[in-house]
């Protein structure tokens, strides 16, 4: 096992319903811990350039409107194997086929608003946590 960061998003549908601090406590629950955290209303240019790598897929410009539609809280999540661990508490892209108990079957309504964003790969990790903090903002806690 590897002491992983990963970057996750609640997205505008999860702040406006009031449960980021429900969400927080599954990630403790899970072991993972918030080594950094703000709250932003993302513009376009941030939520395009955020999912960049959507900007062919059909879905984008839904994607980017969703995104910008209300303010989002992003938090970087440290612990051991940090990106699989979020991606499961978080469940299937679609809250219709997420398992029972996951974020997204107890929180989201639809493919298009699904409560939160977690990075797929260790890769994908170091980019978007670089994309909205500073090294120095990071409070890492492994030691
Ligand atoms: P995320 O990046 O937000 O954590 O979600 P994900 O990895 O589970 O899914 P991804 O394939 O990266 O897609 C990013 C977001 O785009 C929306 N989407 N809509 N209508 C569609 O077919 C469709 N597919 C994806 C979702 O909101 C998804 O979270
Ligand atoms: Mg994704």
Redesign the pocket.
């Known amino acids: 096992m590897a002491t992983e960061r990963t970057l996750s998003?609640i997205?505008p549908d999860a702040v406006a319903k009031n449960v980021i601090g429900e969400i927080y406590s599954r990630f403790e629950k899970a072991g993972l811990r918030i080594v950094a955290a703000r709250m932003i209303h993302l513009s376009q240019e941030q939520a395009e350039g955020f999912?960049a790598e959507?900007k062919e897929?059909p879905?984008f410009g839904?994607?980017v409107s969703?995104m910008t539609s209300g303010p989002v809280m992003i938090q970087v999540l440290e612990g051991e194997d940090a990106v699989i661990k979020n991606r499961d508490l978080?469940g299937?892209?679609n809250p219709a086929q997420a398992d029972a108990g996951t974020i997204r079957a107890d929180f989201a309504q639809s493919?298009?608003?699904?409560a939160?964003?977690?990075s797929?790969s260790v890769e994908s990790a170091a980019r978007e946590v670089a994309f909205f903090f500073t090294e120095d903002q990071l409070c890492s806690r492994t030691r």
């Open positions: 998003i997205k999912y959507h897929r879905f839904d994607l969703f978080m299937a892209t493919i298009d608003e699904n939160v964003h977690g797929d």
